[in-house]
């Protein structure tokens, strides 16, 4: 196949998830179908021009996340419909936002005492003694929609604990006629699922996610909530009105 992409050696990911990711890709693409037999380990061999020992790692993966099935003396088969994923628009505004994770279901985690949390953005310090710490599993239907640690002033938390631990915050926040939201922006990067963040989310180690970590403000500049987001980057779809600003700039 002279169009096909390659594993490379100088890149820093290993190449068997070099590898597992490009299968991955077939998948979705429907070039490799739901319940086919993907082709055998010689012609994998000469199609990514890899040893056996690095496919067998990359197959290993895909198994162990339950996108193909291997059944001895039979073959490889394609076991889970990558191509029916739905892509989750992430939210470019407050509304869009509310809107977004009001009917997500929720997986509260447990969290180990002195446990770190990420290194946060927004010069927020996580105080213990001023903010209740979150950390959950949002799911959009009942596929993994994000991992997310929250931080939300202990005073508004504990005027309705039981509400916040079992539903999402920041619908509840919108609708509180005592809380004032001055500010909220949220920052986006793209990096890599560890260990812990792909068994959450259903995807592989090494995956690519979209890293978000968000503040929302009252206007005394005191912060309220801040998150840490982590969504798969494969579901994820960002649709930006690049006009937007200007249009608002040009009313006023």
Not at 163 to 183: C, E, M, N, W, Y
């Amino acid at each position: 196949m002279h169009n096909e992409i390659k594993p490379r050696n100088e890149s820093r990911m290993p190449l068997y998830l070099q590898v597992a990711k490009l299968m991955r890709q077939k998948i979705e693409s429907q070039q490799w179908r739901f319940g086919e037999q993907i082709p055998t380990l010689d012609n994998l061999v000469a199609q990514f021009e890899v040893s056996r020992i690095t496919l067998r790692a990359a197959l290993n993966l895909l198994e162990d996340n339950g996108i193909i099935r291997r059944t001895r003396g039979v073959g490889t088969f394609v076991a889970k419909d990558l191509s029916e994923q739905r892509w989750f628009r992430l939210a470019n505004s407050f509304d869009e936002l509310v809107q977004a994770v009001s009917t997500l279901k929720i997986r509260m985690l447990p969290i180990e005492p002195g446990e770190r949390a990420p290194d946060p953005a927004f010069g927020f310090d996580g105080n213990s003694a001023s903010y209740q710490r979150l950390r959950r599993v949002h799911y959009r239907e009942n596929t993994p929609y994000c991992l997310i640690d929250i931080y939300l002033d202990k005073t508004i938390f504990d005027s309705d604990p039981d509400g916040f631990r079992t539903a999402p915050v920041v619908p509840q926040l919108a609708k509180r006629p005592d809380i004032s939201i001055h500010q909220a922006r949220q920052i986006m990067r793209i990096t890599v699922s560890d260990k812990e963040t792909a068994s959450h989310l259903n995807i592989g180690v090494g995956d690519p996610i979209a890293d978000v970590c968000r503040v929302f403000k009252d206007p005394s500049d005191k912060i309220l909530y801040y998150a840490h987001i982590q969504y798969p980057a494969q579901l994820i779809q960002i649709d930006t009105d690049l006009l937007q600003n200007d249009i608002a700039h040009h009313q006023y």
